[in-house]
Each structure stands twice: as structure tokens, then as C-alpha cells.
């Protein structure tokens, strides 16, 4: 048997083709918004990931560092590295904020990038809260004014960039180093992290100089010594938003953690807690919000075909009547239909799958097109097709065959 | 139940549509007969109920009562007799319609073959038999054209083959050169005879048509819901050749 809905595609090929492309286009947007989520998800890996870390110790009763604030003192990072089961605890902080390019002249551009300023601590790589690949370049050796970028920043080798104060030269590019919002990272080291943090301006810095001087009990004549060593306090930042641990080998995670959350009253996370903050907490009302829109267009994609396999099977009422007056059964004729829904679905898939791979590097954000999401995108479009020729189906069914037959 | 007569056998047929005061009988006791390899034409005024029997005969509507017969085999009796009315429309009966509507995404050899290939025939031997059919309509020439690049009169030969190709011994055709001019109007009609004599088939033509009317060796006029049989002009006009 002949397949009639291949020979009437066939024949109206240019209809089915433009259809199917205007389709596309619609499969091609839900595919990426799909793909969206799926960035965001992987943002919130990679940046577990890179920190190199197995568990995180934040403040205590907080979600930080990516969920929420947190604030530790800085040494507190020695007494957690002589716990039991872990090798290695360093300081780190976040800081999100623009960054300008210092050019040749030392103006600074005025395109400035949105980055993720990570402080680590100058201990060499390997070190946690350092990346841990570098596309060109070098990792942070020194103390002050060096700088790994993310290659989405746009920044080479050897550029200088501006953070607050400082002035800092681009030594290393990275891949992938992004904060759980998809912003690029740029490392730099931990004590010009914290200054980046919590300095003050100067005029700040000079009232509060001049409130302490005007307190008696601070600025006593009695004391030469307490004044400026009030001042040197207050002038300094001992702060850091987390500390990044990573275990000894055979070491279980939660069991290092335990005495961590118990004894310096600490909060301390494994990899699947801060998983769950990060996907299930922070991104989960994106993911609503994008879930809702997948549903919108799973709707408008079922409509459109729906009504274009309607429009279709209702300009072949006369064919159609004709073949079950001769004979044809509603099965032949219901298969027409679903096959022609299903071939104008796969037209549509393939050409939103090729527009999604196309134009998703171009966005600004990291949008990842996994192949199980394309699968299920398929069989989403095939049974959105075949639901949708129903109504086409039913008419055509309802078709009389007397209809071939005039009077 | 058979029946010694190939051809087509109604008795008594009635059709009524709608109920109560509403009702509206159709037909109101059809008969009529035709031989297989005859062709007679059914003639009648608008609204006299040509297409209802029409559609009764080609199994398409319920009749009310009466008794129907083609190739033999009672199909109708107070009720259908068939299970699979499809079957029997695609296996039994052959249509002709006013235009040939042709399925316009087939191409002539497969709109002709496509008839074997639904009743399970394999596409080749489908093919085949298509094929020969449209030899001998000398429309052959045409296989693989698509029904849009025919003419007129090519597109209505190749739904003669269409009707034929399964070798039904009943072919009903509606109006079947209505589009079409004089000297191709007469060109179908005289296939159809050629080819009723040919396969044994019993043909009813519906016409309006004053050009073939004569052209019938037997016609049934129907008015008011009956049929009046009525020799036609051909069977009063000697056959070529033949003494006086």
C-alpha cells in the first residue's frame, strides 16, 4: 500500500516545508529555553565544581556563601584544617560587581564587564577556591594585583583591570568559572579580595578616625598606645565569607562535618546539601518561571499544528469523501492524518534543534542543549502532534462519503 | 441469499427522510433492472429522487425498505445483508462521478491502482492491472502525469479505469460527462458502453444531459419517487449495418 500522506507531502512539499519551518522556529525556542535550565543547573555545578571543595563552612544558620551572606573571622580556617579528616581549608570570598579595562593610557574604559571577584587564598594552585583549568596563562603566585579571568569576560592575557582601588594585570584565562547567576569569575588574591570588600572610602575612613579620636576612654593622653592601635583595628578586615575544605581521603563528608557544626558552631555543608541550595533554593523560582513558559509554548505548538493539520485535512473534504466512498477505511484515512501531523512535527523538530544549536553560543548566558532533553523534546512534539491531529481526525471521519455524490 | 442475475435488481425500494409530519418519502417503490454489459440511463427533473437512489444503490445511505441485488447477491432487504458496507462499495461497485475527482496528490497510475492496493492487492500487481486498464482507454501515455495536467476528457477516462479496476459488476455513474462537450461527452459514454460489454458490468448513468440521452438503448425516467421505464433512442435506431 502506497502511503498517502508521504505522496500528499510530496505534492504540497512547500506548504509542509514554510509550516514546518515557522514550527521550527517555535521548537527551536522551547528547546532553548529548555536548554536555559539546563545552564543554570550546570552554572550551579561547575561552580561547586571549581571551587575544588568537599565541604563548605559559612556562618552559622546561613546558606551562604552563594544562597546567602556570610561572614567568618579569617583565621578561623586554621583550627578548621587540624580536624580530623581534613587535608586542606582555605579562605575565600564573593564579591559580585563591574569591573572596568584600564587602557594603555590608564583611563579606564567605559564597557565594563559584570564579573564575579573570587579572593583566594595565596597558597598556589591546587589550593581550593582556585580554577582549577586555565585556557592561557598562569594561576595566581602572587600576593596582590594579579587576576585569572573567565574568557567570557572578554579579557586577555596581559590586560589590566580596575576593582575598586586597584588596578589589577589579567595573568591567567579560564573556562567555564562562573557564579551560580551565570556571571564570569575573576580570581584575584584573598587579602585584595577583602579590601575590595569591606575598605571603606577615605572620607569614610576619616570620620571614623575622627570619632574615635573624640571618644575620652579610646584617646586617653594616659594611653599613648591605645588610639592608633584602635584605629589599625578598625582599619583592618579580618573577614572572609567561607571556608572551602577539602577532605582526606577516605574521609566521610558528613562525618568531618558533624563536629564542624557542633563544636565551632559553625553551619557546614556536603556537596549534595549545597546542591539543593543551589538548584532547589536559589534557582528554583527560575526554573518555575521557565517551566511555565515550556508549558505556554508546549500549548501554542499543540494549537498551531493542530489547526494548520485541521486547515489542511479541511481543504481535502472532497479527496477525502471521494476515498471512503470508494472504500477507503477511517483507519487508512485516520493514519493520513497522524502521519502527515507527525512528518510536519519532525520537520519542525529538526529545524528548531538546528536554529537552537546555532543561536544558542550566542547568548549571553551559558545555554545547555543536552541530547536526553532533545529526546525528550521529540517525543513531546510527536505526541503534541498526535493529539493535535485529533480534531483534524474527527473531522474527516465525520466527512460523509455521499459528499462524492451529487444532488 | 443469490440470485441468478448479475447485473442490478431493485424491487419496491422506498426512502423516506425525516419523521412525523416532517417526512419526505424520496423514493416511494423503486424498480428497476439492469442486464451486465448494459449501460441505461436514468433521467429525471430535479428533486425527483435521482440521487438518493443513487446513493441507496452505491450503499452510501439506508434505504427504508425494498430489496437490492447487484452481481447476484442480495444487499439490501429490509436491511443491509452486508457486513462491511466499505468492502462492498470498494469491491462491488464502481463510481463515476460529475468531475472525475481524482485524487490530485496520486498520479494517474496510482488514483487507478490505488482501488487494488486498499483491497490488499500487492502494489506491483496493483500497478499491473491499473496499467492495463489505462491501455485500453488509450490513456496509457499518461501514467505518471498528475491529474492537474490532464484535460477534461483525459481525467474523466482515467476515473472510468478507476471504477473499473477491481472488475465490479456495477458501475454507477453521476452525471459523468456534465463538464465536458459534445464529441468528448459521447466519447465517454461510448467507453462506458464499450467497456460494460467488455466486463459484464450493469451501468446506470444519471443525466441531465440532452446530448447522450439518446445514446441509450433503455432509460428510466423517475418522477415522484418512481421509475417509468422507457425505450431509449438508440434501441429504435437500427445498429450500423444492420438490414432494415
Redesign the interface.
Known amino acids: 500500500?502506497?502511503s498517502?500522506a508521504g505522496?500528499?507531502i510530496?505534492?504540497?512539499w512547500g506548504k509542509f516545508v514554510f509550516t514546518g519551518l515557522g514550527l521550527g522556529l517555535l521548537i527551536g525556542v522551547t528547546l532553548t529555553m529548555a536548554g536555559v535550565y539546563r545552564g543554570m543547573v550546570d552554572d550551579a555545578k561547575v561552580l561547586l565544581d571549581n571551587s575544588g571543595a568537599d565541604l563548605w563552612v559559612v556562618q552559622q544558620d546561613t546558606q551562604g556563601p552563594y544562597a546567602e551572606s556570610s561572614s567568618l573571622d579569617a583565621d578561623l580556617y586554621r583550627s578548621i584544617r587540624a580536624m580530623p579528616g581534613v587535608a586542606r581549608a582555605a579562605n575565600v570570598t564573593y564579591l559580585t560587581m563591574q569591573i572596568r579595562r584600564v587602557l594603555p593610557g590608564g583611563q579606564t574604559s567605559g564597557n565594563d564587564v559584570r564579573a564575579m571577584i573570587v579572593g583566594v587564598a595565596a597558597d598556589g594552585p591546587g589550593t581550593p577556591g582556585h580554577p582549577r583549568f586555565l585556557l592561557a596563562g598562569r594561576q595566581l603566585v602572587r600576593g596582590h594585583y594579579e587576576a585569572v579571568a573567565d574568557v567570557s569576560t572578554g579579557l586577555q592575557l596581559g590586560e589590566r583591570i580596575r576593582i575598586r582601588r586597584q588596578v589589577y594585570t589579567v595573568v591567567g584565562v579560564s573556562r567555564r568559572t562562573v557564579s551560580s547567576g551565570g556571571d564570569p569569575m575573576v580570581f584575584i588574591p584573598l587579602k585584595d579580595a577583602q579590601q575590595a570588600q569591606f575598605l571603606k572610602d577615605n572620607d569614610a575612613i576619616v570620620r571614623q578616625r575622627t570619632r574615635t579620636e573624640r571618644n575620652p576612654v579610646l584617646n586617653n593622653p594616659a594611653q599613648p598606645g591605645l588610639l592608633p592601635a584602635v584605629q589599625a583595628l578598625q582599619d583592618s578586615y579580618p573577614y572572609v565569607n567561607a571556608i572551602l575544605v577539602q577532605l582526606a581521603p577516605g574521609s566521610d563528608p558528613d562525618n568531618v562535618a558533624e563536629p564542624i557544626r557542633r563544636w565551632k558552631r559553625l553551619s557546614a555543608y556536603t556537596r549534595p546539601q549545597m546542591e539543593e541550595i543551589l538548584v532547589a533554593k536559589l534557582i528554583a523560582t527560575s526554573a518555575r518561571q521557565i517551566g511555565m513558559f515550556l508549558v505556554i509554548l508546549a500549548i501554542v505548538s499543540a494549537a498551531i499544528v493542530a489547526f494548520i493539520i485541521y486547515t489542511l485535512t479541511m481543504g481535502k473534504i472532497?479527496?477525502i469523501a471521494?476515498?471512503?466512498?470508494?472504500?477507503?477505511?477511517n483507519r487508512?484515512i485516520a493514519a493520513m492524518i497522524v502521519q502527515q501531523a507527525v512528518a510536519l512535527g519532525l520537520i519542525g523538530f529538526v529545524v528548531g534543534k538546528t536554529v537552537a544549536t546555532f543561536w544558542a553560543p550566542a547568548f549571553p548566558k551559558y545555554v545547555l542543549l543536552e541530547p536526553a532533553d532533545a529526546v525528550r523534546g521529540l517525543v513531546a512534539v510527536m505526541v503534541i502532534c498526535i493529539v493535535a491531529s485529533a480534531l483534524a481526525i474527527r473531522a474527516a471521519l465525520k466527512i460523509?462519503?455521499?459528499e462524492?455524490?451529487?444532488? | 441469499m443469490a440470485d441468478t442475475h448479475n447485473g442490478i435488481i431493485i424491487e419496491g425500494l422506498r426512502k423516506r427522510y425525516g419523521q412525523g409530519d416532517t417526512a419526505v418519502d424520496a423514493l416511494k417503490g423503486v424498480n428497476l433492472r439492469v442486464a451486465p454489459g448494459e449501460v441505461v440511463g436514468l433521467i429525471g427533473p430535479s428533486g425527483s429522487g435521482k440521487s438518493t437512489l443513487l446513493k441507496c444503490l452505491g450503499a452510501v445511505i439506508e434505504p427504508s425498505a425494498g430489496r437490492m441485488t447487484l452481481g447476484g447477491k442480495v444487499i439490501y432487504d429490509q436491511g443491509w445483508q452486508v457486513a462491511d458496507l466499505r468492502a462492498l462499495r470498494r469491491d462491488q461497485i464502481g463510481f463515476v462521478f460529475q468531475a472525475p475527482y481524482l485524487i490530485p496528490f496520486l498520479d494517474v497510475l496510482d488514483n487507478v491502482a490505488l482501488l487494488p492496493m486498499l483491497a490488499g492487492q500487492p502494489n506491483a500487481q496493483a500497478r499491473q492491472q491499473a496499467l492495463q486498464l489505462l491501455q485500453a482507454l488509450d490513456v496509457a501515455h499518461r501514467a505518471s502525469a498528475m491529474p492537474t495536467r490532464l484535460s477534461g476528457g483525459e481525467q474523466q477516462r482515467v476515473a472510468i479505469a478507476r471504477a473499473l479496476v477491481n472488475r465490479p459488476p456495477v458501475i454507477l455513474a453521476d452525471e459523468p460527462t456534465a463538464p465536458l462537450d459534445s464529441e468528448r461527452a459521447l466519447a465517454v459514454i461510448r467507453i462506458l458502453n464499450q467497456m460494460a460489454q467488455q466486463f459484464h458490468t450493469a451501468v446506470i448513468v444519471v443525466t441531465h444531459d440532452e446530448k447522450i440521452i439518446p445514446t441509450f438503448k433503455r432509460i428510466y425516467q423517475i418522477r415522484d419517487g418512481q421509475t417509468h421505464e422507457q425505450p431509449g433512442q438508440a434501441a429504435l435506431t437500427p445498429e450500423p449495418g444492420a438490414s432494415a
Open positions: 500500500m502506497i498517502l505522496r500528499d510530496l505534492h504540497a472532497r479527496e471521494v476515498l471512503k466512498l470508494i472504500g477507503t477505511r487508512t460523509d462519503p455521499a462524492a455524490i451529487g444532488g
